[in-house]
Nanobody, 118 residues
Framework: QVQLQGSGPDLVKPSQTLSLTCTVSGGSITTTNYAWGWIRQPPGKGLEWMGHILYDARTYYSPSLESRTAIARDTSKNQFSLQLTTVTPEDTAVYYC??????????WGQGTQVTVAS
């Protein structure tokens, strides 16, 4: 039922801001007790949790990324977004938008490949 679709530019220059948007269908991002988050996977590496925004708009971030990360939402469009500032080539990854609930991330978007390069 719930579907997530990530979108945004696939190439970002170093020092600029990476911006992605996740459009949710089949469920509301304001539904009580769910979290809407971002997870990324650099090439050849494991999954890295970046952060999430709760149904009540509270945000939580990975300590290693908090200084550069902002997650926001637009309830009128049932969307949430990711901004990662001052990117470097080490930020190259597949970025997934996800829904969390009941202790797991049970719905995942298709993944968006983002390359940071000149």
């Amino acid at each position: 039922q719930v579907q997530l679709q990530g979108s945004g530019p696939d190439l970002v220059k170093p020092s600029q801001t990476l911006s992605l948007t996740c459009t949710v269908s089949g469920g509301s991002i304001t539904t009580t007790n769910y979290a809407w988050g971002w997870i990324r996977q650099p090439p050849g590496k494991g999954l890295e949790w970046m952060g999430h925004i709760l149904y009540d708009a509270r945000t939580y971030y990975s300590p290693s990324l908090e200084s550069r990360t902002a997650i926001a939402r637009d309830t009128s469009k049932n969307q949430f977004s990711l901004q990662l500032t001052t990117v470097t080539p080490e930020d190259t990854a597949v970025y997934y938008c996800v829904r969390g609930g009941n202790g797991v991330y049970d719905y995942w978007g298709q993944g968006t490949q983002v390359t940071v390069a000149s």
